[in-house]
């Protein structure tokens, strides 16, 4: 092929040798041609290289190992014409050089000489062993590693000649396949392969195998733009310098002493992003200026010294944000992000002050857990204004320096999942546009005043804590579980202003304060649970009509007012009497279920009176250990539709059967 190329050249050459003599000997020569009609180089061992000339350019084109260093010039110029300097006294024409060609009737025309390399490449992967490996890899002039760039084994052997420079690489351009090094590698950089645009990946180490060479290291490519997967896992890299690096398919960062990263260039991510050690406490800033898109799982955790993270682009997260133990970070903020399509999973960060994320519309689930045991500073500021939808649970956990003024969140519309609030000390909490949510946890927000549910179309379940302050609750006229946990706080009086009736299950718990409470408003409740830690004397349901099942624990309380309530379609249990001594029922007419009545058999009990006027049916009857009770007419209307299982009494003073209830004695005196 070079031999009829060159044939082609010289054929040219003499036409056009021919073109600038004159044939025409009646015509008088003015010699005015100052062309180059032929160039060519040959090099020692015997190939030659024509240049091409066009205009006043001759390209040369030479495989980038090839060194035109002394080649012999040969060259042709039109009839009587000169050039300066003198081609064939020049030997560097690995560099651009300038000619003049001077015509006979002296017109001048300039020249410039420029050398194209071609790329030079391998037949498959390359794997470099010792020091020895990488001086051949680069006197072969290879520019393109079609498969895997191996340098270094795992098999650390006593005398081997282990590399430790890799700068006579600096031809090497791309590499097809995958960049790896191993733990035989002795040298401080990777400097060298600093010209290499693209790889299938660069593996220092595996996502399961730390990388353990001799030396620690600095990673630094400069040209590298396009990268499959990046895997960084060792504690012997200082340093990750990849300037020009626009897009990898994934990234994985387990570096424990790595102290500085640049990623100036990076948009895309296509998978998982992911920086997760043990503990790095050298990296203070992680800059990802560009970044606009990460297809997978975003992960930054334990790098503990990282005081600042900037994704100012950042639009979109094809799955879940983590970002967890970064317990020097100061702000967490991604002002243009728009899209997630996993969960917000923010935990352990001792230092964070403010998150923002004010483009956010949905995510999958939202937690951040600001509840560490030694906070550093307070957290001042939460931005979520265009959130309006979360397909899971909503958590915000804060700590005793919670700062924050506000907690609102104007565009929410719907929490599928949990909305679950703790440790907010400031006064104002607000969903104005919630109207879809099953279950609302609501814990230690002591200085906010009012909450307003009303546009929540199906709350299940409300569960409000030491909320010392809380005195109007606004909701619908239904709810199905409402519990209110004192969390030993003295609270204020039953904040609910409209709510009738709790279709499942009302609790009151912890209330080691309030010796007297009023459950105001509510008329009918399916499930009265125990009062779990309660100290009450004094509780009053006056407006309850109708329950399905109650259950009271009775150790303190002197007085349980229920003025109004005429049926209880299931069980009835009044559990630890002590201190009452009267149970009141005024206009009870029916207990569907079991009526019990318990003291405690090592306690005494004060219990001596039911009043039960209305009572006329019963599921059944147990009464015991009540040591003090010896009257039981108040249950002489019920008795004779009772059988002899449905009925127990024992550990009283007087301890009737059935048949003398039946036969009217009541007492023992009877």
Not at 182 to 198: D, M, Q
Not at 441 to 448: A, S, W
Not at 459 to 471: A, N, P, R, V
Request: hydrophobic share 40%; glycine share 6%; net charge negative.
């Amino acid at each position: 092929m070079k031999n009829i190329k060159l044939y082609l050249l010289m054929l040219l050459g003499t036409l056009l040798v021919f073109s600038c003599s004159d044939d025409d000997d009646e015509l008088p020569f003015n010699g005015s041609d100052n062309s180059i009609i032929s160039f060519s180089l040959t090099v020692p061992n015997g190939d030659c290289y024509p240049g091409a000339i066009t205009g006043n350019k001759i390209v040369v084109t030479a495989p980038l190992n090839v060194s035109l260093t002394g080649a012999k010039v040969n060259f042709s110029l039109c009839e009587q014409a000169s050039v300066t300097p003198d081609p064939t006294e020049i030997t560097d024409w690995d560099t651009e050089q300038a000619f003049t060609v001077t015509a006979y009737n002296q017109e001048t025309k300039k020249y410039t000489y420029s050398v194209t390399r071609t790329e030079v490449s391998s037949e498959g992967e390359v794997i470099l062993i010792t020091q020895a490996d990488v001086d051949a890899l680069a006197a072969s002039g290879i520019t393109i590693i079609e498969g895997d760039l191996i340098i270094g084994n795992n098999n650390l052997e006593e005398g081997i000649d282990t590399i430790k420079d890799l700068s006579a690489l600096s031809n090497l351009i791309e590499v097809k396949q995958n960049i790896i090094v191993n733990n035989s590698f002795a040298g401080t950089s990777l400097r060298g392969l600093e010209k290499i645009r693209s790889a299938a990946g660069l593996y220092l180490g595996t996502t399961s195998t730390a990388l353990n060479c001799l030396n620690e290291f600095d990673v630094e490519l400069s040209a590298l733009k396009n990268l499959g997967q990046l895997v960084v896992n060792s504690t012997k890299v200082k340093s990750l310098h990849l300037p020009a690096l626009q897009e990898t398919g994934w990234l994985y960062l387990s570096a424990s002493k790595l102290g500085s990263i640049d990623f100036s260039s990076l948009v895309n991510c296509v998978t998982n992003f992911t920086m997760k050690t043990s503990a790095n406490t050298m990296l203070t800033s992680i800059a990802l200026p560009v970044l606009e898109s990460i297809g997978g799982i975003f992960t930054l955790q334990y790098y503990q010294g990282v005081t600042e993270l900037s994704c100012p682009k950042l639009e979109k997260i094809n799955g879940t944000l983590i970002a967890k133990n970064l317990t020097k970070l100061h702000a967490l903020a991604f002002p243009e992000l728009k899209e997630i399509s996993g969960d917000i999973d923010v935990a352990y960060t001792n230092s964070l002050t403010s998150f923002s994320m004010p483009k956010i519309e949905q995510c999958n689930q939202f937690s951040l857990n600001l509840n560490f045991s030694n906070p550093q500073v307070a957290f001042q500021s939460l931005n979520l204004q265009s959130l309006k939808s979360v397909n899971g649970d909503f958590k915000f956990t804060a700590n005793t320096k919670n700062e924050m003024d506000v907690m609102e969140f104007p565009a929410l519309e719907r929490v599928s999942g949990t909305l679950n609030i703790q440790h907010y000390y400031g006064p104002t909490f607000s969903t104005p546009q919630l109207s879809e949510c099953a279950t609302i946890m609501i814990y230690y927000i002591p200085e906010v005043e009012k909450l307003d549910f009303t546009a929540i179309e199906n709350l299940q379940t409300l569960t409000i804590g030491g909320c010392s302050k809380l005195t109007e609750v606004e909701s619908r006229p239904s709810i199905v579980n409402l519990t209110i946990n004192a969390l030993s706080e003295e609270l204020p009086p039953f904040p609910f202003k409209d709510l009738q009736e709790i279709t499942g299950t009302f609790e009151l718990d912890n209330f080691k304060n309030n010796p007297t409470y009023e459950i105001t408003g509510i008329k009918k409740i399916n499930v009265i649970s125990g009062m779990g830690g309660s100290v009450f004397s004094d509780l009053a349901y006056p407006d309850l009509e109708e329950v399905g099942s109650a259950t009271f624990q009775m150790y303190l309380l002197n007085y349980l007012r229920l003025p109004k309530l005429k049926l209880v379609r299931e069980n009835f249990t009044f559990s630890s009497l002590r201190d009452l001594e009267i149970l009141e029922l005024p206009v009870l007419e029916k207990i569907g279920g079991k009526f019990t009545l318990s003291g405690m058999t090592w306690l005494p009990s004060d219990f001596t009176q039911m009043d039960l006027p209305m009572l006329t049916e019963v599921g059944s009857v147990s009464i015991t250990d009540l040591r003090d009770l010896s009257n039981f007419s108040a249950l002489k209307n019920v008795v004779e539709a009772l059988n002899d299982s449905q009925w127990k009494v024992s550990g009283c003073a007087y301890n009737p059967t059935l048949d003398d209830m039946k036969a009217g004695r009541y007492t023992p005196e009877n």
